[in-house]
């Protein structure tokens, strides 16, 4: 697999190093709070597993899962949630974990979905935010790193269901994509 990297963008080291970094806001932040920490499936689970270990206070696991991109590297734009939460959020306050804020039409769709909830506080929690990709207006209270737009794969985020295992993140050669996407 590593062969398929143009370059390797994060090492383990450097990830663990960051989430370590996150979860020492997140155990201030959230003192005396008892947050549900929402995953988003699937890319999260990886970063969501490391992050709660990092996390010193009682707090609550959740997942959702929700899907707008096909097998390709551009969202279709349509979000549909495939997997709804099955648990009363009223008057708590949620913390949603994601592994990547990319066009942000995810995001701003499930932050209107859970505000409708009555939730005392959602926010969101990503790995990686991509800026310049942005075409709805998100922002992030807690992010890991900030990065160009590439096709990056690895610690969850997948390529056609592929390369979540990585232990790093990597850039995704682009005729890796190109020769599945033609
Ligand atoms: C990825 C990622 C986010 C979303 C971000 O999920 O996990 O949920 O895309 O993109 P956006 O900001 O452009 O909306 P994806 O749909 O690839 O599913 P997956 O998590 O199952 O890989």
Do not use: W
Not at 38 to 49: N, Y
Not at 57 to 86: H, P, W
Not at 92 to 117: A, N, P, Q
Not at 152 to 162: I, K, Q, S, W
């Amino acid at each position: 697999m590593k062969n398929d990297m143009a370059r390797i963008l994060f090492t383990e080291e450097q990830i663990l190093e960051k989430v370590r970094d996150l979860g020492v806001r997140l155990t201030e932040d959230y003192k005396g709070k008892s947050p549900i920490f929402l995953g988003v499936l699937k890319g999260s689970f990886v970063f969501l597993a490391d992050l709660m270990r990092q996390v010193g206070v009682s707090c609550q696991v959740e997942f959702m899962a929700v899907s707008s991109y096909g097998s390709g590297t551009n969202t279709t734009g349509a979000v549909r949630i495939t997997k709804d939460l099955n648990t009363d959020i009223e008057g708590r306050h949620v913390v949603i974990v994601e592994d990547i804020l990319d066009s942000g039409l995810t995001l701003h769709y499930l932050l209107r979905y859970l505000k409708g909830m009555n939730p005392a506080s959602v926010r969101i929690c990503t790995l990686l935010d991509k800026p310049e990709r942005r075409r709805a207006a998100v922002d992030a209270a807690y992010t890991g790193f900030q990065i160009p737009d590439a096709f990056v794969v690895g610690y969850g985020l997948d390529y056609a269901e592929r390369y979540r295992n990585l232990p790093y993140i990597g850039i995704l050669k682009p005729e890796i994509y190109e020769e599945c996407d033609a």
